[in-house]
């Protein structure tokens, strides 16, 4: 595998070179381009998605798994019209300041009400850092081109991404559980910690973002096999390509910031991903180590291509015929909470 010469993708340039305030746009174009702003969600208090009765974690309880999926309902809608909005404002065109506008006056208005800062139950705790990171993403992309903010808006904006973030990675760092201190969920809150520093230029959410790859990352087998993942019976390839995106994602973005997490632990990010392609051409790989044949495998799911969205970050970086190919078919590829369309950041 050898490095690419692509450029720098959007995402991983950072704010260095962003403007203090721009003059504020005014007109038509911009009131046309705003999303509906949801009421910001301060709070959120649920339980699992999984039965009593499932060690591993596996078993979906129908009820509860609704209730999560009201509970976080509309922070999910909202993070898709924010990177939409923002994906829109990066492709430029006559609109583009009204987009980034729109875009960020809408994540000032929760930030100004503090949204996802009263989290009552373990479950709400571990599982927001991956909204306020899809949040944050879609910051970063029009930030360089908003108009519509004063200095003031830019750091309230910025001061709440940091105290969210920090609230965060010391909930995983004192009260998680050892599981999710350690897998997909933590994964997903160093990205948050990384969109976030980026943002308000927080040296210490960087490192904590760097590290948490590496202690996540680091578990890998030989194989790529995150055993954490593994150990979640039949959905354990779908954890593992849930923990992955982050992982990649998180370790692209810090890269231009000097970080190199691509070689830690002998390149088990590297890994992590090449066991995605692996794993569906062989079959018997994830279910050797998981215990169980596995739902993709099985007819129970199919493979969406949002959970392949973390391949265009990496594949911009790095020449990987194998995953190259297997991804072909499921572009183009976007995630919302990983700042929307891929092909247009990397």
Same mark, same amino acid.
């Given at each position: 595998?050898?490095?690419?010469?692509?450029?720098?993708?959007?995402?991983?340039?950072?704010?260095?070179?962003?403007?203090?305030?721009?003059?504020?746009?005014?007109?038509?174009?911009?009131?046309?381009?705003?999303?509906?702003?949801?009421?910001?969600?301060?709070?959120?208090?649920?339980?699992?998605?999984?039965?009593?009765?499932?060690?591993?974690?596996?078993?979906?309880?129908?009820?509860?798994?609704?209730?999560?999926?009201?509970?976080?309902?509309?922070?999910?809608?909202?993070? &898709?019209?924010?990177?939409?909005?923002?994906? #829109?404002? &990066?492709?430029?065109?006559?609109?583009?300041?009204?987009?980034?506008?729109?875009?960020?006056?809408?994540?000032?208005?929760?930030?100004?009400? #503090?949204?996802?800062?009263?989290?009552?139950?373990?479950?709400?705790?571990?599982?927001?850092?991956?909204?306020?990171?899809?949040?944050?993403? @879609?910051?970063?992309?029009?930030?360089?081109?908003?108009?519509?903010?004063?200095?003031?808006?830019?750091?309230?904006?910025?001061?709440?991404?940091?105290?969210?973030?920090?609230?965060?990675?010391?909930?995983?760092?004192?009260?998680?559980?050892?599981?999710?201190?350690?897998?997909?969920?933590?994964?997903?809150?160093?990205?948050?910690? @990384?969109?976030?520093?980026?943002?308000?230029?927080?040296?210490?959410?960087?490192?904590?973002?760097?590290?948490?790859?590496?202690?996540?990352?680091?578990?890998?087998?030989?194989?790529?096999?995150?055993?954490?993942?593994?150990?979640?019976?039949?959905? @354990?390839?779908?954890?593992?390509?849930?923990?992955?995106?982050?992982?990649?994602?998180?370790?692209?973005?810090?890269?231009?910031?000097?970080?190199?997490?691509?070689?830690?632990?002998?390149?088990?990010?590297?890994?992590?991903?090449?066991?995605?392609?692996?794993?569906?051409?062989?079959?018997?790989?994830?279910?050797?180590?998981?215990?169980?044949?596995?739902?993709?495998?099985?007819?129970? #799911?199919?493979?969406?291509?949002?959970?392949?969205?973390?391949?265009?970050?990496?594949?911009?970086?790095?020449? #990987?015929?194998?995953?190259? @190919?297997?991804?072909?078919?499921?572009?183009?590829?976007?995630?919302?909470?990983?700042?929307?369309?891929?092909?247009?950041?990397?």
């Amino acid at each position: 595998m050898t490095m690419t010469t692509r450029a720098l993708p959007l995402l991983a340039v950072g704010l260095a070179a962003m403007p203090a305030v721009l003059p504020a746009q005014t007109g038509e174009a911009q009131a046309e381009a705003c999303i509906d702003v949801p009421e910001p969600v301060i709070s959120l208090a649920y339980g699992s998605r999984y039965t009593d009765e499932s060690e591993d974690r596996s078993d979906l309880d129908a009820e509860s798994n609704a209730a999560v999926n009201e509970a976080l309902g509309p922070i999910d809608d909202f993070i &898709v019209d924010l990177a939409s909005t923002a994906n #829109d404002a &990066v492709e430029g065109g006559a609109g583009s300041v009204g987009d980034a506008n729109c875009v960020a006056e809408a994540i000032l208005v929760w930030a100004e009400a #503090d949204a996802l800062s009263d989290l009552q139950t373990m479950n709400a705790q571990i599982s927001s850092p991956s909204r306020l990171g899809g949040i944050a993403l @879609a910051y970063l992309q029009v930030a360089p081109l908003a108009t519509a903010l004063s200095a003031e808006d830019r750091e309230v904006i910025e001061g709440w991404f940091r105290e969210r973030a920090a609230a965060s990675a010391a909930y995983f760092d004192e009260e998680a559980p050892p599981g999710a201190s350690r897998n997909n969920l933590r994964a997903w809150a160093g990205l948050a910690a @990384a969109a976030a520093g980026l943002a308000a230029r927080d040296e210490d959410l960087l490192d904590w973002a760097a590290g948490t790859v590496e202690l996540v990352a680091c578990e890998a087998d030989a194989d790529g096999a995150l055993p954490l993942e593994m150990g979640r019976g039949n959905r @354990a390839l779908h954890y593992h390509l849930h923990a992955v995106a982050p992982l990649v994602v998180t370790s692209a973005l810090l890269r231009p910031e000097g970080y190199d997490l691509f070689e830690v632990c002998d390149g088990a990010v590297r890994r992590v991903a090449e066991f995605v392609p692996a794993a569906f051409a062989d079959p018997d790989l994830a279910e050797e180590k998981a215990g169980e044949p596995q739902t993709f495998f099985a007819g129970d #799911d199919d493979l969406q291509s949002y959970e392949l969205a973390w391949a265009e970050a990496y594949l911009s970086l790095f020449e #990987d015929a194998d995953l190259a @190919a297997f991804v072909e078919e499921f572009r183009p590829l976007g995630h919302s909470k990983l700042g929307g369309s891929q092909d247009i950041l990397w």
